[in-house]
């Protein structure tokens, strides 16, 4: 099965900028999307197919695309940004082809 | 707006067998696929099928295969997910996610219903 690899903890404090990253073999050849998941609600999509903001994500959430890591940047982090985020990938090829990353908890400080 | 709306909290003997609805509305049910998608007790987020609701197809993960069975009713707008010979790690919130495409593959997953907490316990 395709593995996604998140660092577990990320910390940054309020009004700095926060990156996490997801690695996989051959990232470029799916379409990443990112979750956030605050403690007891279901994951909301943040960015999708790489780079796309869903409406109602504030702008300062973005994704990017380097080699075979894709990052979640969140610019001038707020409290309200203290989350779980996965990013996931659909792998049409796989037994498994729905898949995410382990999630990396952001922390602020 | 699209609602997903699921049963509630449902307890469970090990070896017995649950189903989970997933209610949907505010939109065309036929046109999007729908996933469920699992979290075990302070875990992450595993996948573990689909269904096509206009066709009653699904794709499953391998490792469910056997146990999980996913089904839809068009009248009502539902789709279920039963899963069987439960264990207790399978002590879960199971959520329904909504295609953000329509009759699409690859998509994200825009719209997630609340989550369904199912407990295996003798």
């Known amino acids: 099965s395709y593995v996604l690899t998140q660092p577990p903890f990320v910390s940054v404090a309020p009004g700095k900028t926060a990156r996490i990253s997801c690695g996989g073999n051959n990232l470029g050849t799916y379409s990443v999307q990112w979750y956030q998941q605050k403690p007891g609600q279901a994951p909301v999509l943040v960015v999708g197919?790489?780079?796309n903001r869903p409406s109602g994500i504030p702008d300062r959430f973005s994704g990017s695309f380097s080699g075979n890591t894709a990052t979640l940047t969140i610019n001038r982090v707020e409290a309200g940004d203290e989350a779980d985020y996965y990013c996931q990938v659909w792998v049409d090829t796989s037994d498994h082809p729905g898949v995410f990353g382990g999630g990396t908890k952001l922390t602020v400080l | 707006q699209v609602q997903l709306v699921q049963s509630g909290v449902d307890m469970k003997k090990p070896g017995a067998s649950v189903k989970v609805s997933c209610q949907a509305s505010?939109?065309?049910?036929?046109?999007?696929?729908l996933h469920w998608v699992r979290q075990a007790p302070g875990q992450g987020l595993e996948w573990m099928g689909r269904i096509n609701p206009k066709t009653g197809g699904t794709r499953l993960a391998q490792k469910f295969q056997g146990r999980l069975r996913l089904t839809r009713d068009m009248s009502s707008a539902t789709v279920y997910m039963g899963l069987s010979s439960l264990k207790s790690d399978d002590t879960a919130v199971y959520y329904c996610?909504?295609?953000?495409?329509?009759?699409?593959?690859?998509?994200?997953?825009?719209?997630w219903g609340q989550g369904t907490l199912v407990i295996v316990s003798s």
């Open positions: 505010g939109y065309t049910f036929t046109d999007y696929f």
């Open positions: 197919d790489d780079t």
């Open positions: 996610a909504r295609d953000f495409y329509a009759a699409g593959s690859n998509s994200p997953w825009g719209d």
